[in-house]
DNA sequence: GCAGCTAATGAATGAAGCTCAACAGCGGTC
DNA sequence: GACCGCTGTTGAGCTTCATTCATTAGCTGC
């Protein structure tokens, strides 16, 4: 990590892991925009030209950087969702795991959030493809929530999973920008039950408690009209 | 607006008013990387040393164009939301109003999205003093909604604020880069729908419950007096 | 051990934000 | 109405930083 001058003719993917390396820490530490290239270079032990040489631009690099990041987080969150059953937990997990990585690299989060998306080139970038296969995780639960019946049929999938999403971006901002703490375990719960539930009080009531309120109408008709006949009887 | 150096000694708030326009001009067509001082400068007819006798810097320049923006939208607001009553469609009215501000500009929302929290300085700046005046009014349509009982008391309020901006942030993205369009009515529609119901099964509580929970009411209402007469009568 | 290939260098380039010493229009004073 | 100080305005120049490129030097095949 120490910046040694080494000219060594190091194989093509050592040079390239010992950049990224020394991208990753000093955009997470400094920023894009702050972040200087040849500060870059000295960290990864080479000079600035060299970079040049692997990368096409600074926005290339911070580009392969997230890249790189984001492969492991996609496979990792499949492997682990695919051990969870039921619309619930597997909701639940997914948020939480969201929460859970940008609580472990607030700064790299940060980064992503800001610059990933300026670039007019996203839309055809690594990161949008990568982008989309890990936000399909949560889609997928929603259209199996749906068959399953423990999802509304007539819900906007892809307006939830941006409620999910922006949501956590959105609550999160502060805590990535070095203020104030993270409560992971309390904000995935409230989340998942705010999906679920809604806001709304008259959801409260499970399905069928009409149909019980009027059964017991009825019994009490019942008995009333039977006390009405006996007293009518006795008078 | 065409560029003519005009040498003349303006009033201080004719300048300033003139710059504030160039930029968000310049701002919106480009973003905030790409614009140059220099461009900047030329269109509104001054030299580049000019902006830096009324602005600190080119951020200052853009937090300033953008606060201008938000005052008049922040009133505004506040005006046009005190003739509607209901939980219901105060919040919808929030919403749609976000929505609608950023359908109309797009280019002004991606820099502000973008680029005014990546500052280190905004939490100290006046544009979060106005944020948060603007997202105020969320919070204070659902704490107005838990005293009337149309909100469940229990809802972590903040989350909800969040879920309705970061939502909307994330989902209109792509519309706000240049990328497809916005259904507004639509988007309003159903997020209010799911803030309020949720996205659960269980929720469903047909329509026409509370009619009939009503008449069952009514019902024992019914059921109690004819009691009370009986009962007084008989004894 | 030589030749050729190319990784690696580092000084040079150019663009963009920002500074500053000098200039010029304006208002007040005698 | 001429002088004087005040300050808005200028534009050349400084600095920083991404990016380039001619040159150098380690590796590999012959």
Redesign the pocket.
């Known amino acids: 990590m120490t910046a040694r001058?080494?000219?060594?003719?190091?194989p093509?993917e050592r040079?390239v892991g010992d950049i990224l390396d020394a991208a990753r820490s000093v955009f997470a530490e400094h920023g894009y925009?702050?972040?200087?290239?040849?500060?870059i270079?000295e960290q990864a032990?080479?000079?600035?030209?060299?970079?040049?040489?692997?990368f096409?631009?600074?926005?290339?690099?911070l580009n392969q950087v997230l890249s790189r990041w984001y492969e492991g987080m996609v496979a990792d969150q499949n492997d682990q969702l695919a051990g969870i059953v039921g619309t619930r937990s597997r909701l639940r997990f997914v948020i939480w795991r969201h929460l859970k990585t940008i609580a472990t690299e607030p700064a790299l989060c940060r980064v992503f959030f800001l610059e990933v998306r300026a670039a007019g080139e996203y839309h055809a970038s690594d990161l949008h493809v990568l982008n989309r296969g890990y936000t399909r995780a949560a889609v997928a639960i929603l259209r199996e929530g749906i068959a399953t019946g423990e999802v509304r049929p007539d819900i906007p999938v892809r307006l939830v999973r941006d409620i999910i999403y922006g949501t956590i971006e959105h609550h999160t901002w502060d805590y990535v920008c070095g203020r104030g703490g993270l409560h992971v375990e309390e904000l995935a719960d409230d989340l998942t039950r705010v999906v679920l539930s809604g806001i709304g009080s008259r959801c409260e009531a499970e399905p069928g408690t009409a149909d019980r309120l009027e059964r017991v109408a009825d019994r009490l008709e019942t008995l009333m009209a039977r006390a009405g006949r006996d007293g009518g009887a006795s008078s």
Chains 1, 2 share one sequence.
């Open positions: 001058r080494s000219f060594a003719r190091l093509r040079r925009e702050n972040a200087g290239m040849s500060t270079a032990g080479v000079v600035e030209g060299t970079i040049y040489k692997y096409a631009n600074k926005r290339d690099l």
